[in-house]
Every structure is written in structure tokens, then in C-alpha cells.
């Protein structure tokens, strides 16, 4: 399963835009990235998720460069409500096994 | 869609006594997965589901720890004799179809707080 880094933390100040970069350089050809949202004393959340290039949706954009070897979470116009931990995760399969893993998240602190 | 049911949402017990998660996944999702998160260790897989069948429990951290899925629309976490290093937020999710592929997406469900005193 390829490995993620992103930042531990970032702090950003209301309507502002917060973009979030992970790297994953050992990212298989059929892995999609997905990124998910947790606020405290919830579960993750999905928010977006893309093979190349450019996605948007109603929440986010996911910017994807060609070499696939990094990914940028961009959030635009941020809330107070928009704090919380947020996650990149690579593929699904692992040894065979579709799951997915989870690593330490980036967590976005918005300022009044 | 009621997405998915965990109970109980809270539980404190005394160390040495059972512990039953309970998980309700989304009708019609064939995989279904546990997660444990703690401030130390963050989000960890302990087990999936597919179709019924454990496929990984890598995860598990003790024999303490079982989980069983009977049918496609419950599955149970058990903890015997919980201990308080166990103490953590349990997640149940569950996912359509295979995860990481296009549009197929794992769902969180609210949690179980556990507190082993």
C-alpha cells in the first residue's frame, strides 16, 4: 500500500484558501487517492476523490499531478466549521487486501 | 439512508468485564470494517468483512479481541477481559465494494467510546 506524507498540522484564518499537499511516491498505476474529513467525536468523512488531473466538487478540489506522486486537497473560503483532521489515503490494496489505511492526518485549525 | 449504526455510542466498564460492540453496516454494502482510534495511535484497522467472511484480522491486537459477522446486516466487536489500555473510540464502517477504486468509498459510523476504569 503506497505510504502518505502530509503535514502534521496548519492553521488558516476564516475565508481564507487552505491548500493541503501529500506525498505518495510509490503510488500503484490502478490506485485512486481519497481524501477524508474527521471533526472531533465523529467518524471520517468522505470528501473527494480522483485517479488525475482535476476534481471538484461541492466541498473541495483535489489538484493531481501527472507523475500522480502527490496530490493537493484545496479547500476553498474556510470556516470555523471547516476545522478538523484530514486524511489522504492511496489505493485500497494492500498484500491482496483491500482495505484502508490510515495515517497520522493533517489537522486544519481555522482562526477567527 | 440511516448509514451506518453503531451501539452503544458510550460504555464504561470495569477492567476485567466483557465488552459487545455492535455494528448495523449499510444494506447492501458487502465489506465492513473495524477501526480503533486513540490519541497515541490514531486511526487503526483491526478487521474487515467481505461478504460474512473475516478476510484480515492482522489488526486485532490480542487474542482479548474477537469479531463476528453472522449476517450481511450486523456484526459484533467483543472484548474479553477488557483491560484499560483498551480504552478508545471503536469505528464501524462498511463500503459497497472494493475501496480505493473509483466512486467506492468506506462510511464511517459515529463511533463507540469506550472507558475501561
Known amino acids: 500500500l503506497a505510504k502518505t506524507t502530509q503535514p502534521i498540522s496548519m492553521d488558516s484564518y476564516e475565508g481564507q484558501e487552505v491548500n493541503i499537499t501529500c506525498s505518495h511516491n510509490?503510488?500503484?498505476?490502478?490506485?485512486?487517492i481519497t481524501w477524508y474529513q474527521q471533526f472531533p467525536s465523529q467518524g471520517p468523512r468522505f470528501i473527494i476523490q480522483g485517479y488525475k488531473t482535476k476534481v471538484t466538487n461541492e466541498v473541495a478540489s483535489l489538484f493531481i499531478p501527472a507523475d500522480r506522486k502527490s496530490s493537493t486537497l484545496s479547500l476553498p473560503r474556510v470556516s470555523l466549521s471547516d476545522t478538523a483532521v484530514y486524511y489522504c489515503?492511496?489505493?485500497?490494496?494492500?498484500?491482496?487486501?483491500?482495505?484502508?489505511?490510515f495515517g497520522a492526518g493533517t489537522r486544519l485549525a481555522v482562526h477567527p | 439512508d440511516a448509514g451506518v449504526i453503531q451501539s452503544p455510542r458510550h460504555e464504561v466498564t470495569e477492567m476485567g468485564q466483557e465488552v459487545t460492540l455492535r455494528c448495523k453496516p449499510i444494506?447492501?454494502?458487502?465489506?465492513l470494517f473495524w477501526y480503533r482510534q486513540t490519541m497515541m495511535r490514531g486511526l487503526e484497522l483491526l478487521i474487515y468483512?467481505?461478504?460474512?467472511?473475516?478476510?484480515?484480522d492482522s489488526g486485532m491486537p490480542e487474542d482479548r479481541f474477537s469479531a463476528k459477522m453472522p449476517n450481511a446486516s450486523f456484526s459484533t466487536l467483543k472484548i474479553q477481559p477488557s483491560e484499560p489500555r483498551d480504552s478508545a473510540v471503536y469505528f464501524c464502517?462498511?463500503?459497497?465494494?472494493?475501496?480505493?477504486?473509483?466512486?467506492?468509498?468506506?462510511?464511517f459510523g459515529e463511533g463507540s467510546w469506550l472507558t475501561v476504569v
Open positions: 489515503l492511496v489505493g485500497g490494496l494492500s498484500g491482496g487486501y483491500n482495505k484502508l489505511i
Open positions: 464502517a462498511s463500503s459497497l465494494d472494493r475501496v480505493g477504486g473509483s466512486g467506492n468509498t468506506i462510511y
Open positions: 444494506s447492501g454494502h458487502d465489506y
Open positions: 468483512f467481505n461478504n460474512n467472511v473475516p478476510i484480515d
Open positions: 510509490n503510488i500503484a498505476t490502478n490506485d485512486y
